[in-house]
Nanobody, 121 residues
Framework: QLQLVESGGGLVQAGGSLRLSCAAS????????MGWFRQVPDKDREFVAG????????RYADSVKGRFTISKDNAKSAAYLQMSSLKPEDTAVYYC??????????????WGQGTQVTVSS
């Protein structure tokens, strides 16, 4: 069992940056790939970024490639999403998840409660 808690969301102007954190507690965090997803009202949850269990390979949605960076620190049982050059269309609730290295939310087994990111124009 793994518990995930996101933090770092907030209100930022377009062009600004935010760093989201995902703190994990429980067993075997280091064995899981981590992913970040986002969701806006009345839309499906969208894959943002993923990283392999050992923190090597990463993958990104085309919409955030070059602007967002995912990282994982197994020693601290934490994952991060550094977001730069933010756009109003990045506004969403952001979720971290633990599971298999994938862009499909069905492949993730544990989820945080989400943190709101709002980008003003």
């Amino acid at each position: 069992q793994l518990q995930l808690v996101e933090s770092g969301g907030g209100l930022v102007q377009a062009g600004g940056s935010l760093r989201l954190s995902c703190a994990a507690s429980g067993r075997a965090f280091e064995t899981y790939a981590m992913g970040w997803f986002r969701q806006v009202p009345d839309k499906d949850r969208e894959f943002v970024a993923g990283i392999m269990w050992r923190g090597g390979n990463t993958r990104y949605a085309d919409s955030v490639k070059g602007r967002f960076t995912i990282s994982k620190d197994n020693a601290k049982s934490a994952a991060y999403l550094q977001m730069s050059s933010l756009k109003p269309e990045d506004t969403a609730v952001y979720y971290c998840a633990a599971g298999s290295y994938s862009d499909d939310d069905d492949d993730y087994y544990y989820w945080g409660q989400g943190t709101q990111v709002t980008v003003s124009s």
